[in-house]
T-cell receptor, first 112, second 114 residues
Framework: AQRVTQPEKLLSVFKGAPVELKCNYS??????LFWYVQYSRQRLQLLLR??SRESIKGFTADLNKGETSFHLKKPFAQEEDSAMYYC??????????????FGKGTKLTVNP | DSGVTQTPKHLITATGQRVTLRCSPR?????VYWYQQSLDQGLQFLIQ???????AKGNILERFSAQQFPDLHSELNLSSLELGDSALYFC?????????????FGPGTRLTVT
């Protein structure tokens, strides 16, 4: 079964500190992995996806197939990074339809 | 602004009632997705439509149904409402079928069942 686990519900760091939001997945094939972000009172938006290998707002994420992880990292957190972060997986079911599965999210708070 | 609109913004209704949530995708997007966000369950994928046809089903209850119309707007119908259906319902759209295309989310409809 496809599953995305974000073990930390809440994560609090100080400004300038490194931050890592953990994401582990369970999927038998080759998944597409994403990070979505939801700032306070705003809509969800795509932060980055593993196939593009981009760095957005200083965030990077590397897909580690051996550890089935897709952790989101930033070397120096900023206060404006405070938001809810969702890891998501896109994969195909046996029936040939696609499914998108989200983790439960991690609320990141960056303190001044 | 993602270009995806949802109405209404807020909805308060009683148990046992039926409501309809509406979503207009971004111009040119053929795929529409519905999600439910609650405090305990997080973000749950409900259903996806592509160009008027149902393409994928997630954790959607039988009391819920959706459709996508020829003009590509979509409606999510929730019936026999229960207290536990209180949540934020998001609609998202993408240009194509596959999940690796970026999904653009609407602002959500907050449903409160009393």
């Amino acid at each position: 079964a496809q599953r995305v686990t974000q073990p930390e519900k809440l994560l609090s760091v100080f400004k300038g500190a490194p931050v890592e939001l953990k994401c582990n997945y369970s999927y038998s094939g080759s998944p597409e992995l994403f990070w979505y972000v939801q700032y306070s009172r705003q809509r969800l938006q795509l932060l980055l996806r593993h196939i593009s290998r981009e760095s957005i707002k200083g965030f990077t994420a590397d897909l580690n197939k051996g550890e089935t992880s897709f952790h989101l990292k930033k070397p120096f957190a900023q206060e404006e990074d405070s938001a809810m972060y969702y890891c998501a997986l896109s994969g195909w079911t046996q029936g040939g339809s696609e499914k998108l599965v989200f983790g439960k999210g991690t609320k990141l708070t960056v303190n001044p | 602004d993602s270009g995806v609109t949802q109405t209404p913004k807020h909805l308060i209704t009683a148990t046992g009632q039926r409501v309809t949530l509406r979503c207009s995708p971004r111009s040119g997007d053929l795929s529409v997705y519905w999600y439910q966000q609650s405090l305990d369950q997080g973000l749950q994928f409900l259903i996806q439509y592509y160009n008027g046809e149902e393409r994928a089903k997630g954790n959607i209850l039988e009391r819920f149904s959706a459709q996508q119309f020829p003009d590509l707007h979509s409606e999510l119908n929730l019936s026999s409402l229960e207290l536990g259906d209180s949540a934020l319902y998001f609609c998202a759209s993408s240009v194509d079928l596959a999940g690796y295309y970026e999904q653009y989310f609407g602002p959500g409809t907050r449903l409160t069942v009393t």
